[in-house]
């Protein structure tokens, strides 16, 4: 992902994912096959992330909180997300926020 | 930074930061320098970050939207806020969230 997300003007909502990993093996088809179904629900503004050897952060961003919960409960992310805790992450931390303000600078 | 930032119980307020770079010559320093300026701020909670050659994401963590003025606003990091318009982004975007929710997981 080399992109900003298009996002709308404030408010809208951000999860923050902040990951530390185990175990790579299978991990990254999996995370490009959750990007794409993500980009297709209801609601889904745009993501934006960034993985080195100690940390990967990303930020997916939504309309509404009724649209996170949505994602949160989707059949292929359910079992994502169980995979994820029993073999991908060593320990990851989520943030739901409401974003109140922005601000972009291009050269 | 490979650590988590020690957030405590939500509502607190989180500046994501996402940057694609242009010149790498100086930044790294002055990454490190705003780091420890801020650490030590009056409402710093902590920060978590990755790189990548396309994408560099910061999130800093706060107690409150003071906080993130009041840091907005310090001398120093004012500079160096215009040293990176100038010279080391190609582009990036603040978003400045209030958390609302939280859920950590470990191994």
């Known amino acids: 992902m080399s992109e900003f997300a298009k996002t709308p003007q404030p408010p809208y909502y951000a999860v923050i994912f902040s990951s530390q ?3 790579m093996d299978g ?3 999996m995370a490009d096959k959750m990007e794409e179904l993500a980009s297709v629900q209801k609601g889904f503004l745009g993501l ?3 993985r080195n050897s100690e940390m990967g952060m990303t930020v997916s961003y939504w309309e509404s909180k009724e649209a996170i919960q949505a994602w949160k409960a ?3 992310h359910k079992l994502a997300q169980q995979l994820g805790c029993q073999k991908w992450y060593e320990a990851f931390a989520i943030r ?3 974003v109140e303000r922005d601000h972009f600078f291009e050269r």
């Open 21 to 23: 990993m185990r175990d």
């Open 96 to 98: 739901v926020c409401k």
């Open 27 to 29: 991990y990254q088809e």
């Open 48 to 50: 934006e992330s960034a």
């Open 74 to 76: 989707h059949a292929e």
